[in-house]
């Protein structure tokens, strides 16, 4: 879902520097790919709040994921702290998978990496489903934005 002219979108996500490990370049890559595409495309309102565009903080604090949600202006709307314990495993299992597909992509038969590509696509369709189910009575978003937020939700725990 594009920009609309109600501004139930994100126009700037970041990352808390001090939730973020240093991470290797597969990793880098798809935090870097996941911002872009998720400013570029997507729909997020957070429930009860007419205002936006919004911009999106994400951090860890704790055993928690922080979202800090805030107008383009910087103005506090609310900042949502969702426990990470129902993200862990498939977090995990999501990561040992990925391992794997960067692993075969650089070794592997063509029918090999996509076997294991759909096995990774299929945990992170999985994340993005728990993370709108986490979500929502707090913000509305759609499953692509969902996905990208997963994305950003792993490279984060991944130092977690």
């Known amino acids: 879902m594009s920009a609309g002219a109600d501004g139930k979108r994100l126009v700037k996500v970041v990352l808390d520097e001090d939730s973020i490990g240093p991470g290797n370049r597969d990793i880098e890559h798809e935090r870097a790919v996941a911002i872009y595409d998720l400013v570029e495309q997507n729909s997020f309102a957070p429930v009860g709040h007419d205002g936006g565009p919004y911009c999106l903080k994400l951090q860890l604090a704790g055993n928690r994921l922080i979202f800090d949600i805030r107008t383009e202006d910087d103005h506090p709307v609310v900042a949502h702290h969702l426990s990470l314990t129902p993200f862990r495993r498939l977090v995990k299992d999501y990561f040992l998978v990925c391992e794997s597909y960067y692993q075969a992509i ?11 590509d759909m096995g990774r696509r299929g945990l992170h369709d999985e994340g993005s489903e728990l993370l709108i189910e986490r979500l929502k009575d707090k913000v509305a978003l759609d499953f692509d934005t969902a996905r990208r937020l997963f994305t950003l939700i792993t490279v984060l725990h991944w130092k977690g």
């Open 106 to 116: 650089r070794t592997a038969t063509p029918s090999q990496i996509e076997a294991i």
